[in-house]
Structure formats: C-alpha cells, structure tokens
C-alpha cells in the first residue's frame, strides 16, 4: 500500500467545500481526518489479508492453515520464531518430490526444528563382501587403526569404517548397524561467528578468547547446494578436535598441489577460525594442528615449514616469530544453546525506549565512530545532557579497559553493544559504579572481565544488566539508600547485596557461585528481596524474601528469611529448602503424585535422585553450559507452565522442537526403515 497523506480525504472534495470550511474553522477537516483514521484501519487489514494468502509474508498463526491445504497434518500451533514451520510449509512440494531420499530427510528436520542434523543410513555401513567386478563406491571399509582421523570419527556421522551387524533395536538408543535401521544425529548447540578481534598474548603464546580463557572452538556452518548436497562436516555447527584440523589442513595441501593454496574447509577468512597478523591472514598451507596442554605449551616448537600451530580444542595457538609492532587477531566460532549472556546475535538496543533527541555516542575503531576508548566516551558524560539521559553505543566486538563508571548526576546512562556486536571489558581490578543522586544505569551486551561493584553512599541507583556475560558476579560495597538489580538474559557469577536496602529481580539468565549464588555481603547473611523467573541457580540462595519464583531451576538449598509471604511455581526445589508456599513444584508433586507419604524413605529418596536435574556441563565457559542433558527427568524438561523445560533454557523451546522432530520423521521416513534419534550436542 502506498503511504496514506495526512488529508487524503479532505483533498478529494471540491476547493469551494474547503474555502467554506475554512472560513468557519475547518470542522469538516476534523471529520474527515477521523474518517481517514477508520480508512486507514481498513486498508491496513485488507493489506494484511493479501498478505496472509502467501507463505513468505503470511502471520506466524497463518502457517498452520496454509499447510492444511497442503494436507499437512500435526503442525503445532507454536508461534515463537524458533520453531516456525514456515520453511517446511514452503517447501512441502519440493520434499514430496524427494521423499526417502536421505538429503530431503535431513533438510526438513532442520526447517522444522531450527537444529542442524544428519541423517545417517547405518545400513550402508554394515560389513559386506562386495563381487570385485563390481564395487560399490561409499560403502563401509576395514579400519585403518594407523589414521588416528578416521578413528576418532567411527562412531560419528562421517564414519568410514565397517560395523557388524546389531540386533538391538535402533529406537532404544542403543543398536545402531542394521539393514533397517537410519539414524538421525542432531546438534542442538549453535555456533556463533566472533569476528576480527584482538587475541590475548601471552609471549609467543596466545588465547583466541580476548579474556584469556580456553574456548572450545567450533565450525562455522556452510550453506549447502540444496537438496543435491548430503550434509557434511563443514555444513554442520561442529565442536573441531585436532586430529579433524590437521586432516582438513592436509586435505587443502594436496588439493593446491603447492601453487595455490587458498583456504581449507576450516581454516581462514569466511571459514570457522582465521589468525591475522597485521589486518593479513596467516595462510592455510603455514598452519598446522597441535596439542596445547599442560604447563609449557606457550613453548611449544613450531615445525619448521610452519608459522602457527592451533589446539582448536583449547582455543589455544602459538606463533613462529612475532614482533613488537605485530597486531594479531583472531575470528572464531564458539557454541553455546541460545542466545544468552550476550553474544554476536541480534538484539533490540536497551536505547530503544528513550525519547527522542537523547545524545548517542559511538565508540569503536571504526573512522565513523566518536570516540577510539569507551574510557574517552565515558569522561564526556561529566557534563548533564538534555533530559539527563545518554547513550553510549560500541560498535564493534574489540577489547576496552575500564576500572570506574561514575554518575555524577540524576538520570539515565545507557552502555550498550550494537546489535551483532560482543565487547570485552577488562582491567586490573573490579569495574566500580559510583553513584550520586537518583541514577539509573543500563549495560547491555557487554562481557566483563572482573567483579561488578556498586557503591551509591550519597544516592539511589538503579542497575539493569541484559545480554551480559558477568562471571565473577557483581557485588554491593557501600549501599546508603535504596539499589535495584534488574537480571535479564545475562550469565551472572555470584550475586551479594544487602538485604534491606536492595531489591532484586532475575528472568532468563544463569546465576553460578562456589558455594552461594544469591545472598548478602557474607555467605553467611540475607540478600535482598528478589524475583525469579526462567532462571537456573547454580548454588545456594539466601534471601529475605521471595516475592516470585516461577519455572526457576535451583541446584541446591534455598533458605528465605520471611517465608510467611511469596511463592513459588513449577520450580525445582532441593530437599532441605525453607521456602514459602510452592505449586506444582518438583519433587515435591512426584512425591504427592505417588502417595508416598507413608511408604519407606529409600522409595523417597529414589524420587528425589532420578529428578535431580542433569547438565551437559555446569563448567563455565563450555558449550554445553547450564544445558539440560537428555538424560534428565521429563518432570523437568517438561515441568514449565507451558509444558517446556524448567530454567534459563526456556526459550530455545526444545520441547516444541522435539515434537516437530518426530512428526517430521512419521511423514518422510520410508515405511520399511527405523529411526533412531542422538543428540550429538
């Protein structure tokens, strides 16, 4: 529709109706303009209506409809964005046309769950003997013990080797190598893109993470050429191990044949990791695989040919020569579950809500950019601005010091990463916020090196935290008047404020302490009142009182001071809590469930360990960090109000993703054949 004028209507009518109205106030301009309005409505619905008749442009709640004309059947009515079924929907002709074939299989699980897979038919992989005359391309072979490679991949989806045949069944997990059996490997973590930035040196010795942390690296995920092309390693969001590296860097040596060497499958610009030394990339042909472990690897002896060696496994390299003007940088992929604790993702900028007319600034090593130091940017804040209120954008994934953000004045600082973007911040001691006066302080999209201080002695301050990554936690040194904590989609070391001053609240984010996640100043004191939804605990909490929590994962006891008062919802809860009153809350309604109220404590306690919940790791820094594993209770991964999982993982919505899953295997896998599902990741 083209864009409606103020007095479209009103320029319809003859000039003497308007030289009338003008004359006497211009009503019938009024009338009109409200008339316009409804017009306007009107248009905007029959536009909405052209829209909704095609796939591409249709509403989110319209795709199910159109699949129904399709004859597609079990489409769920899921309406969040990650497990849309509008890629499926479009393409349901094209899968029909291909339908049995492996490739189809793979691409229509992945439109409908949003995780990269590959579909393996296990049966082409069982021991044969083949008539010489005529051979079978692709089909299972002897072991060859001496390629450490291909050993490491025998029970992976690029397996080579051949396998005697399994009489378990496929579906229970377990037999996999049978003439009916295909077996779908899912990847549930994503891999996301860290663009050119510094690396952290150590000597000759660096750390891809700009924080000086061992980072697992990952593959960046190839499109692939359609329907014709099998999914491959390159094409799969892959954690990469050493001996898969040196193989891609071998396979990429014999391919240039020693003229031109270009980029690997892995490694290089566009590909899963690249160094640079000076803005150049070091060339594939001058890398090689290592590994980096123990105490010495910073003097690890570099090949001769060679000018670094990469440990994908740690994030590690190491470099031939370097020299004191050298700048080096790195891009990388790491995997996470979901976009959480900030990231290179898309966001909507914390600024978004202001009013207009409050001054940005911009700070990066970009020519565009005001300030080179968010430092620079921070110290022409001095100055009260208009509504009191600034913004201050970092436009790019680099690394800035920082030791101090002081407000000077009442109103609003908003510090914020654009939208794609993961800066660091570091310094040799905790970043302190000092506040005057009635301060509201936003960061978003930040990752922080050291411990949060706050300290407001001569005012109120008010902190929201979103998108950040925080893992020595933030802490409260010198409180006078009344501070808020505002936890949005962080991943947050332990948390201490005190517990009458302040007041706390928590959704989708993981808090992870030693001993105590929450509590006061001491680990042995109250925190403040707080509110938790979607969250997952790792630690003791220690509160004053809980208002709220709702499908909250807590891994250990919870202890709240004034019990009389709150609730809690669809939580799980360890034994030995003292909480206030809880609704349908775990093992709690496992246990009523059962009536065993009067049975033997062994009985209970077998409850109580079957729905402890399970991670993948709880180590900070992993891929798999605060992931539910596969192995846990279906009371928790399905204990949420809606039916999805417990903790900061709600949103991935994995449950709507695995019934997306099965319903695409009963419509595309051949009726002869049996699936078996893994999760890989």
Known sequence: MNQSRPDRLYELLP??????????????????????????????????????????????????????????????????????????????????????????????????????????????????????????????????????AAVAQMYTAFNECAF????????????????????????????????????????????????????????????????????????????????????DLEACRKRSNGKDFGTSDFYGPNRALCIYRNDSPIPAHEVMSATLNGNEWENYQIAQERSAAIDVTNGRFVLRQVGEKDQIDVSYHYGFSGELGGGPYRRVPSSTGLEAGIPTLTVGGQAEAQFPTLKEAIASLSEPHAGGSSVIRIMDSGVYELEEIQLNAAGSVVIEAASGAWPSIRGTRPL??????????????LRLGEPLELEAANGQLRLELSHCSI??????????????????????????????????????????GSRVAIGGALDTTYGPGAQLSRATVFGEVNLQSLELASEVLFTDPVSIYR??????????????????????????????????????????????????????SRQWGSAGFAQLSMQCALEIRRGAEDGGEMGAFHSVHAYEREANLAQALDEYLPSSLEAGIFYVT
């Open 15 to 148: 000039s003497i109706y308007r030289q009338r109205d003008l004359d006497q106030g211009e009503p019938l301009r009024a009338l009109l303009g409200v008339m316009q309005q409804q017009l306007e409505v009107l248009e905007a619905d029959v536009g909405a209506l052209y829209e909704n008749w095609f796939i591409e442009t249709c509403d989110e709640w319209v795709v199910p409809y159109i699949g129904d004309l399709l004859g597609m059947s079990g489409l769920g009515d899921f309406r969040h964005p990650a497990v849309s079924q509008r890629a499926r929907v479009a393409k349901t002709l094209g899968y029909r046309r291909r339908k049995g074939v492996s490739v189809a299989l793979e691409e229509v699980i992945q439109d409908s769950t949003g995780w990269s897979v590959s579909v393996v038919e296990f049966f082409e992989r069982i021991t044969a003997n083949q008539n010489v005359r005529h051979v079978r391309d692709g089909k299972g072979m002897t072991t060859d013990v001496r390629n450490r």
């Open 164 to 247: 005697r045949p399994e009489m378990r069944r496929i579906n229970s997990g377990r037999g996999r190598f049978n003439r009916m059996n295909v077996g779908v490997l899912v990847w549930r973590l994503a891999s996301f893109p860290m663009h050119t930035q510094p690396a952290r040196a150590a000597g000759n010795a660096y750390r891809f993470d700009p924080l000086g942390t061992d980072v697992p690296l990952f593959n960046r995920a190839m499109p692939r050429a359609g329907m014709s092309q099998k999914a491959l390693a390159p094409n799969l969001p892959i954690a990469l191990s050493n001996d898969l590296f040196q193989r």
């Open 432 to 445: 302190r916020i000092t506040a005057s006066g009635e301060c509201v302080l936003t960061l978003q999209g």
């Open 471 to 512: 893992p020595k936690g933030v802490q409260a040194i010198n409180i006078a008047d009344v501070l808020q904590v505002t936890i949005a989609h962080n991943m947050v070391g332990p948390i201490r404020l005190p517990g009458e001053t302040s007041r706390l609240v928590i959704s989708d984010s993981i808090v992870c």
């Open 563 to 616: 019990s009389q008062s709150g609730g809690m919802r669809f939580c799980y809860v360890p034994e030995g809590s003292f909480t206030p009153q809880r609704y349908r809350c775990q093992p709690d309604l496992a246990l009523a469930t059962q009536g065993l109220s009067g049975q033997a404590i062994e009985e209970k306690e077998t409850i109580r360990r079957r729905l402890t919940p399970s991670f993948t």
